[in-house]
């Protein structure tokens, strides 16, 4: 057999393969999902962040008439959990519910990662969430402008909470002190909760937190909200600013995205996220989100590809700007 009947036949059996896969694609597809679908979620349970991913596999349960389980694996900056995923097979059964920082932040930040952010598969934007600056009732300031003037007439002893360095949250106060020309001092925590305790407690002086969690606190008195960090003044707090009205240019939003394993294929990517719109656009969901002050969106994979690049550029040029990295 010469040269050229050998490459034929190779090109034959490429095509036949490619034809077998997409064939095996399509029939898998088909008959997605038929066992159980796992969603891991890189916090600890009990935080919004933990809720939302629930109250949507809740409903994909009872519509698709499979389990739908939740796996919380906390851990190295929420990196952990998206490192299990990224290891998983491209198959649908195993999906990561996560927050802006493994998909849009830790590439920048730090400087190995044991998986490829851009290599997960966007499958949904589920929500945004808006966020909040909020201090300690003994720090002598009503409006941003006075907790400014006082973090400048008193330097280096404001302090604030995160969840943990090279979160989102204070990634965001870092930005926002750039912005301003005010230096606080930074206090890392293993999660939002101690430090919102410690915030409450009088431990430190101020966050920038989900609205959802520190809504409550600052309707009794424990905290003072002082600005919003979105765009528009939130519906829920018409009185209360936004920082960019101090601060022109500032805005920060949490989201959480739905992504899957590298290699997963499109139709399961989209047949999962006209699920997931599906069961953001329910009435009682809708109704159960805006209780936790939570925006449903519900894009599709395309979408969400899209939304998620445009973040991870923009905290790139943060992080770039503020010189801020973690190795």
């Known amino acids: 057999m010469n040269r050229r009947a050998h490459s034929l036949m190779a090109t034959c059996l490429l095509a036949i393969c490619a034809i077998a896969t997409m064939r095996g694609v399509s029939v898998a597809a088909e008959h997605y999902p038929n066992h159980t679908i796992k969603i891991v979620v890189p916090v600890p349970p009990g935080p919004l962040l933990d809720v939302i991913p629930r109250i949507v596999a809740e409903k994909l349960s009872a519509n698709w008439n499979v389990a739908v389980i939740i796996e919380n694996r906390p851990g190295a900056a929420q990196n952990l959990g998206a490192e299990a995923v990224a290891r998983s097979e491209p198959d649908g059964y195993t999906l990561l519910a996560s927050p802006p920082g493994p998909l849009a932040v830790s590439g920048h930040l730090r400087s190995k990662l044991d998986f490829d952010p851009d290599a997960l598969v966007p499958v949904s934007l589920m929500v945004k969430l808006p966020t909040v600056l909020v201090v300690n009732p003994k720090i002598p300031a009503s409006n941003l402008q006075e907790l400014l003037a006082y973090a400048k007439a008193n330097p280096g002893?404001?302090?604030?909470?995160?969840?943990?360095?090279?979160?989102t949250p204070h990634l965001a106060m870092e930005r926002l002190m750039q912005a301003a020309g005010v230096r606080l001092v930074h206090v890392p925590y293993q999660g939002m909760a101690p430090a919102m305790n410690d915030?409450?407690?009088?431990?430190?002086?101020?966050?920038?937190?989900?609205?959802?969690?520190?809504?409550?606190?600052?309707?009794?008195?424990?905290l003072r909200l002082l600005a919003v960090?979105?765009?528009?003044?939130?519906?829920?707090?018409?009185?209360v600013p936004t920082i960019a009205e101090a601060v022109p240019g500032f805005v920060h939003e949490e989201w959480f995205a739905i992504v899957a394993p590298p290699k997963t294929p499109a139709n399961i990517a989209g047949k999962l996220s006209a699920a997931i719109a599906e069961i953001l656009a329910m009435p009682d969901v809708a109704a159960r989100l805006s209780d936790l002050a939570a925006v449903p969106v519900g894009?599709?994979?395309e979408e969400t590809t899209a939304f998620i690049k445009a973040e991870s550029s923009r905290w790139k040029q943060l992080i770039d700007t503020t010189g801020f990295k973690i190795n």
């Open 157 to 167: 002893k404001i302090t604030f909470g995160s969840p943990g360095t090279g979160s």
């Open 299 to 301: 894009a599709t994979p």
């Open 229 to 239: 960090t979105t765009p528009a003044r939130l519906q829920q707090e018409p009185s």
């Open 199 to 222: 915030l409450i407690g009088g431990h430190i002086d101020t966050m920038i937190d989900l609205y959802g969690n520190v809504a409550g606190n600052s309707k009794d008195g424990r």
